[in-house]
């Protein structure tokens, strides 16, 4: 919780200074470069942690492959939920209304409105001339060398103190976390729609975290049949929403220790694997979708990578996603496991 008023916080104080900064915003391009370097940053040393933890590098040969199926299973169904429910509450893939619903509430917003399509025809010529996303290909570069250095030269270095370098990077990421919210919460206040995004929205941003939530369960449940696995133990695993620093220690503590170390690869694969595809996914389905992927890693880890593959507005989406799936998890974990 401590955390989560945090991440909000440095969020909102960044969007009062970006409110600021409208009447200057061409002026402000380089922000976007230094975002670039600063999730560059954050997921070489993401990538160090998990290089550096032996109970991950130990389990891969194990338990690797059940968690890795039951990873890309559940990210292909929270996918899909949210696409559906997307299409069904008539949301665009921009994530906002589509077109038709824009006419038909022509009269009442015509000039916001126009603005609106506007944009989305702009995003659709923009995306057309891209080719393949530089953003992709920067971060899974990122995390392989970050993960290799874990391996080979943080183990090495604090063999006798592992402890100092966890609680250091620790430390590192949460202060990376907070300088790159500053800056999502400030491009949110330079563009300066997110009130009426919410406005016109409204209460269909909550659909996207309990499709999520629909797809993550559903594809749960089927993997029980395919993983060693019981029905109970594979909910469970799938309610940690990618939090792996509570989940897997719920699950253990219940006595369910394969099913503890496979949430816990599970959770880390979730975030990293959505780190890499959040940009896929972006360009090739939808920007709603890519809050689906990460599940409660949405509102903090990859808050900034969504919003730099999408468009700031988006992470509105993302941050009220990652906290209704962050409250449920010490909620339902317990329940299901019990």
């Known amino acids: 919780m401590t955390d989560l008023i945090l991440y909000l916080g440095v969020t909102v104080v960044g969007y009062f200074a970006g409110t600021k900064f409208r009447k200057v915003k061409d002026r402000l391009t380089w922000t976007g470069k230094v975002q670039t370097v600063a999730i560059t940053l954050l997921v070489i040393c993401m990538g160090a942690r998990m290089g550096a933890n032996e109970e991950i590098t130990e389990n891969l040969s194990t338990i690797g492959l059940s968690a890795f199926l039951m990873t890309v299973v559940i990210m292909i169904f929270s996918v899909g939920a949210v696409s559906i429910a997307r299409k069904i509450l008539k949301i665009d893939r921009y994530g906002r209304l589509d077109e038709n619903s824009v006419k038909q509430t022509e009269n009442q917003h015509q000039d916001n ?14 995306e057309k001339k891209q080719g393949v996303n530089m953003m992709t290909v920067i971060i899974l570069i990122s995390v392989i060398i970050g993960m290799l250095a874990g391996y080979f030269i943080v183990r090495d270095v604090f063999a006798d103190n592992m402890e100092a370098f966890e609680n250091g990077a620790g430390l590192g990421i949460k202060i990376g976390l907070c300088l790159l919210l500053v800056f999502v919460g400030i ?9 009426s995004n919410f406005r016109t929205v409204g209460l269909r941003i909550f659909a996207v975290p309990f499709a999520v939530i629909i797809g993550t369960m559903s594809a749960a449940v089927i993997m029980s049949f395919f993983l060693d696995l019981s029905m109970k133990e594979s909910l469970a695993v799938g309610a940690g929403f990618g939090w792996y620093t509570l989940a897997p220690g ?6 369910y220790m394969t099913a503890s170390a496979v949430c816990f690869l599970h959770n880390v694969m979730r975030e990293l694997l959505s780190i890499v595809f959040i940009p896929i996914v972006a360009k090739r389905i939808g920007y709603v979708e890519t809050v689906a992927l990460p599940g409660s890693a949405a ?3 990859c808050l900034p990578i969504v919003e730099k593959a999408t468009r ?6 993302s941050f009220i996603s990652g906290v209704v799936l962050s409250t449920l998890v010490p909620i339902l974990v317990p329940i299901i496991i019990s």
């Not at 719920?250 to 006595?255: P, R, S, T």
Request: charged fraction near 25%.
């Open 299 to 301: 509102m903090d880890i």
């Open 113 to 126: 409105n126009t603005q609106v399509i506007s944009e989305i025809h702009a995003i659709e010529d923009e």
């Open 312 to 317: 700031g507005d988006i992470a509105v989406y």
């Open 187 to 195: 491009d949110l206040g330079i563009e300066g729609t997110v009130i």
């Open 250 to 255: 719920i699950i253990m503590e219940a006595g």
